[in-house]
């Protein structure tokens, strides 16, 4: 049998899976015990992270576009949207680590990647019905969607907050720095990253061009 399905691994997944729910109702209690006590895994944070992903996608399609908004399907890149998903999940999870290792955060990348993963249970248990409930709803009703999904973003913003100090044993006020460098060192690596593919375009260039360069002249 794969070690992936093994009894005792797929037992442990789905445990650490279901404490996602204690996770989202007692956030600083369960944060601590998901790094501390080693509650949850990286399995169940690639769990969720997917069906956050699922969600996502299934709302341009499922969706009721007078709620959502019209998408043209035939111009729709799906793996824009899953890039454009799952860039910041890992990007945040480096800044993150990378910033708090300079200040004693106690967290591993590990423990950043997880907490970040679990953040997202209420983006899925809320707009994940909200998806197909929309079809059913009037414009007018739809303010029900807007409401839900705002419900989830505060409620996401709120984990994060809440990791970023137990995981790290911060104070909330080190916590809100943290969260501020944060973001301006995902700023940062964004602008290394489409610094370096511009360079790395750019110098494959010039050798085409020295190359093409060569084939007319001796050929």
Known sequence: MPAFLNKEKLQHVGKTLRYSLYVCTHPLDGYWDL??????????????????????????????????????????????????????IFIGTLANWGLTTLFDG???????????????????????????????????EGAFIYYASSVSSVWMGVLIVSAVMQIHDYTITKTILTLIATAVGMLLIVF?????????????????????EISYRFY
Do not use: W
């Open 106 to 140: 106690k967290g591993t990348m590990k423990d950043v990647y997880m907490a970040i993963g679990y953040a997202f249970t209420p983006y899925v248990i809320i707009n994940l019905p909200c998806i197909f409930i929309s079809n059913v709803l009037t414009i007018e």
């Open 192 to 212: 290394v990253l489409l610094l370096f593919f511009s360079l790395i375009s750019d110098a494959a260039a010039y050798f085409i061009s020295m190359y093409k």
């Open 35 to 88: 790094t501390h006590e080693k509650r949850g895994s990286v399995a169940a944070a690639n769990i969720i992270i997917i069906l956050a992903l699922l969600t996502t996608l299934l709302s341009y399609q499922y969706g009721n576009p007078m709620i959502y908004g019209f998408v043209q399907l035939q111009y729709f890149n799906v793996y824009r949207v899953i890039a454009g998903f799952l860039a910041p």
